[in-house]
């Protein structure tokens, strides 16, 4: 394929998706990534895109949320293996909320095996991924459906969260910085993703190596209330978005690591600690960096649990 055609189609990629990442791109284009870097650099410097770690997005520094179609063929390895990772953090007879995206239906799928589990939702894609879960009970949230990602928002749904209290939330988004936390481009989406937060002890935010940087219209989690980050390895050549994670574990984020399959075993064995998280803004006492694996898990024998390793405060 000749430069012009595979820059074409690159940004017809990028058009669509709002956002999309080096490995994908390369993927489809089917050459290296080396070389799709070159293509963005070039459609970049007549200013069709812009660069953001390890992937480009639409011009303009805020992207556009994609729709359903668009986000379920996007990084699917990598959603898979973050999905693995997170399903290690549930225990048998907990009650969660789980919210909207690919990224937790992923989590859903994997949930369907925990006995006596209790999951709230605001997405059709989480209750259908958990309908015929014997052991499962799923509480679906009120509200208006909002059919480009599948979920339930507006007021009913708030209300509906109202007195809730749960272990924890896991939530996905359109962004991740240590700046400002997770973000999504949809006002209603961040309103009801922001009630699943208020009814939460813990926040776990579902978030693959694309969104580590970007920066969306609506902040829904500020950093300061995300307690865990669960993500895939970001491409070695890319220090951006191995800074952005040091900064989210420099405000206490607990930071899991997963791997997208290769030598190393299949999707979401692999792991890779991410060291030296400092104090948490508002934080006291230990910070704990947490990597999970396969070994053993609340779920069963033969799942990992993972070890901990406690970091005190700088």
Known sequence: MFAAERRQLILEMVRANGAVSLRELARVVQTSEVTVRRDVRALEAEGLLDRRH?????????TRESGFPQKSHLATAEKTAIADLAANLVEE?????????????????????VPGLTVVTNS???????????????????????????????????QSLQGLRVSRAFLSGSGLTAERGLSTSNMLSASVDRALVQAAAEVVVLADHTKLGTDTMFQTVPTDLITRLVT???????????????????????IAVAGAGGEGGPAGRQRRDVPLPGPRRQG?????????????????????????ADLRRR
Do not use: C, K, W
Not at 137 to 158: D, H, I, K, P, W
Not at 234 to 252: C, N, Y
């Open 54 to 62: 390890g992937g480009a997005v639409l011009p303009g520094g805020f």
């Open 93 to 113: 007879g907990e009650a969660i909320v789980v919210g909207a995206g690919t990224t937790t239906q992923e989590l859903a799928r994997r949930l369907a095996r």
């Open 124 to 158: 059709l894609l989480v209750a259908q991924a958990l309908a015929h879960a014997n052991r499962v009970e799923v509480v679906m949230t009120g509200g208006t459906l909002r059919g480009s990602n599948y979920a339930l928002v507006g007021s009913g749904a708030e």
């Open 232 to 254: 895939d390895e970001p491409a070695g050549h890319d220090d951006r978005a191995g800074t952005e994670l040091q900064a989210l574990a420099d405000q206490g984020v607990q």
């Open 284 to 308: 006291a006492g230990l910070r704990t960096a947490v990597a999970l694996g396969a070994a053993e898990s609340p779920q069963g024998a033969g799942a990992e649990r993972g070890r901990v």
